[in-house]
């Protein structure tokens, strides 16, 4: 199913961002997982690579996983709340995050997670919109999403983690309270 929205993906002409794209950034992990984690969109090594989260800010989530014995390729899956590089890394504008929407939802009642981690604001601001990430980080929030019953957790994006000592203390903290969640 995922192969076949890859493909729907790779042929959709109206995708805002492609135009100035390498590569589509759809998707890793292990399709059959409980666990989806959300970024923001991709950066220059994802959109040369065809894959999310390779960059410095990956290198940090991985490291971040390996932290509570989880690997990106066997425990979850990971996507992004838009699949093509906005130019010059910038912030994905409403209107592209609106035109990705659908392909997401999609991603999400294929993989039907139980657990959902958003990174940065932007993913947070799809199941939790108008919150703070300074005061909901780390917190769960049991919802129900388009009939899925699914515990979404915010936490701050790595690149953030990465430009702030006190947020990286912060999302090491948070990815250590995952597993007693993932549990549950
Ligand atoms: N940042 C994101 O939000 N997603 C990626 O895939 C890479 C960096």
């Known amino acids: ?19 100035g794209a390498s590569n589509l ?3 890793v992990g292990n399709p059959d997982t409980s666990t ?3 970024g923001e969109g991709p950066g220059y090594w ?5 894959e999310p989260f390779v960059g410095n800010a990956g290198k940090l989530l991985d490291q971040l996983l390996e932290s509570i014995d989880l690997s990106r390729e066997k425990n979850v899956y990971i996507t992004n709340v838009v699949h093509h590089r906005p130019p010059e890394n910038r912030d994905p504008l409403p209107s592209e995050i609106e035109a990705y929407r ?10 039907r997670p139980k657990v959902i981690v958003t990174l940065g604001r ?12 300074t005061s909901v980080h780390g917190k769960v929030f049991d ?22 000592t006190e947020v990286m203390r912060q999302i090491r903290e948070d990815f250590q309270r995952l597993p007693t969640i993932l549990q549950e």
């Open 143 to 164: 919802l129900d999403w388009k009939g899925l019953k699914i515990k979404v957790i915010p936490m701050y994006h790595p690149a953030a983690a990465l430009r702030s």
């Open 46 to 50: 994802e959109d040369l690579k065809g």
């Open 1 to 19: 199913q995922l192969e076949k929205l890859k493909l729907e993906m790779l042929q959709d002409k109206s995708l805002p961002l492609r135009i």
């Open 25 to 27: 950034v759809f998707g």
């Open 102 to 111: 659908p392909y997401l939802d999609k991603i999400i009642e294929i993989i």
């Open 36 to 38: 989806l984690l959300i």
């Open 122 to 133: 932007f993913s947070m601001a799809k199941f939790l919109p108008g919150v703070k990430i």
